[in-house]
């Protein structure tokens, strides 16, 4: 049997000395003693009381971090534990069980800052995805939202009726169907290139044909029944500062019968303007038009634009004026009355009747080229909704009317003044 050590008197300390040989030492002897560890003093020290495990529930709440059960408001903070236990109860085993990092226990926790990055490094600014699109607002002004053109801008169909009918007259039934399409241009948004391709239809009704009564008369007109013209419009609005800009347009163009097309049929028209900002409601516009016409082919172009108020517009431009309006809104829509004055007309190549009696190779069956002028008086309703879809309606009168042939037969005609309706739509 192995032999008892008696123990040494205990130490000042409080310790039991550990006993110097034979027999295996408990750390908590019958008496409560607590053996010194190796090296230290001997003393004697009281045994820690155990507690006993909490009793298991087959259906226990999970405790989660930072959410008490027991609180009335789930988003109290506690401290931080993941045992399981009954209901309302955290295990007191839980070695995290400590402080709050803030306040006191029970408080609540402020949400989270919007935009927050949790995976962003501590003390750097989080930074939007995409932050160089400039098609993107991401509520900075710092970063601006940039205009965004749509491709098409609008499809357009345009009618005139001329009323006339018998000697001395002329009717017109003259159709326009366009497209016009923003191009991005020199890198600003501001000012694309627009395009428009486009398509007219005349359908002329007399004068007096010259193979009418009495024959062969050479002071009746000699028209076609249809002229048509298709064309490419080119219009941009360069900005170079905030009082300097311009309006430049060009056109090529086919303007003919449908029985003929030559190098005469192709026009080229255009219009270069000087646009001056006197103010964000007043700006000066000067500068030419180019009609390629048989008579004429420059006119001088400009005037003033001035808007007092988003409720009216003065565009008092040669030779095009028109002044607006707004009336009324119907719900959404917006109403506007207006007048305006306008240079009309155009000019076609066409191919002459076969004449009885006349041997002129210039006329009687030969190509030509005829120019129909006017000028134009009207007063007009529109309609503009939010989906752009827009409309007008307008009536008026047609003076100064004219017919003027390249070959110069017959003399220039003047039809009498006449009465014309318009409609169209956009959208």
Same mark, same amino acid.
């Given at each position: 049997?192995?032999? @008892? ?14 006993? @110097? ?30 507690? +006993?495990?909490?009793? +298991? ?22 401290? &931080? ?6 209901? !309302?109860? #955290? ?28 995976? +962003? ?9 995409? +932050?160089? %699109? ?10 601006? *939202?940039?205009? *965004? ?24 039934? %003259?159709? %326009? ?42 002071? /009746?007109?000699?028209? &076609? ?107 959404? #829509? ?9 240079? !009309? ?52 009168? /047609? ?25 169209? *739509?956009?959208?």
């Amino acid at each position: 049997m192995p032999t @008892t050590v008696a123990a040494e008197a205990p130490a000042a300390s409080g310790w039991t000395a550990a006993p @110097t040989s034979g027999g295996a030492a408990s750390p908590y002897p019958a008496g409560g003693a607590m053996i010194a560890p190796p090296g230290l003093p001997g003393a004697t020290a009281s045994a820690p009381t155990t507690l +006993a495990p909490a009793p +298991a529930t087959p259906y226990a709440t999970p405790i989660r971090p930072g959410i008490s059960p027991a609180s009335p408001n789930p988003q109290t903070y506690v401290s &931080p534990g993941t045992n399981y236990g009954p209901p !309302g109860a #955290v295990s007191p085993f839980d070695p995290r069980a400590t402080a709050p990092p803030t306040g006191s226990y029970g408080s609540t926790l402020p949400p989270p800052s919007p935009g927050l990055d949790p995976y +962003a490094s501590p003390g750097t600014t989080p930074s939007p995805l995409l +932050a160089q %699109d400039p098609y993107f607002n991401y509520g900075s002004p710092a970063i601006p *939202m940039a205009a *965004m053109t749509k491709f098409l801008q609008d499809v357009r169909l345009d009618y005139h009726w001329f009323l006339g009918h018998g000697p001395n007259e002329l009717g017109i039934n %003259d159709f %326009d169907l366009s497209a016009t399409f923003a191009i991005p241009f020199l890198g600003n948004p501001n000012t694309p290139l627009l395009v428009t391709p486009g398509f007219g239809l005349q359908l002329w009704e007399g004068p007096v044909s010259v193979l009418s009564t009495p024959p062969n008369d050479p002071s /009746a007109a000699d028209l &076609p029944p249809q002229t048509w013209d298709g064309y490419l419009d080119t219009a941009w609005k360069p900005q170079v500062s905030p009082a300097f800009g311009g309006d430049l347009r060009f056109r090529i163009g086919v303007y003919s019968d449908f029985n003929t097309v030559t190098t005469d049929s192709i026009r080229f028209m255009g219009t270069a303007l000087g646009v001056i900002s006197l103010s964000p409601n007043v700006k000066l516009k000067a500068g030419i038009m180019y009609l390629d016409r048989l008579q004429v082919k420059l006119l001088p172009s400009g005037g003033i634009v001035w808007t007092p108020n988003p409720e009216i517009e003065f565009n008092i431009l040669f030779p095009n004026p028109k002044i607006r309006k707004k009336l009324v809104n119907f719900g959404s #829509v917006e109403w506007w009355i207006y007048g305006s004055g306008d240079y !009309g007309g155009d000019s076609w190549t066409v191919k002459r009747a076969d004449i009885p009696g006349v041997s002129d190779p210039l006329v009687a069956g030969k190509l030509d080229a005829f120019d129909y002028d006017d000028i134009r008086v009207a007063v007009g309703l529109e309609f503009l909704t939010p989906r752009n879809f827009n409309g007008w309606f307008e009536a008026g009168g /047609a003076f100064s009317r004219k017919l003027h042939y390249r070959s110069g037969l017959p003399d220039d005609y003047q039809p009498n003044n006449t009465l014309f309706l318009r409609a169209g *739509m956009a959208y």
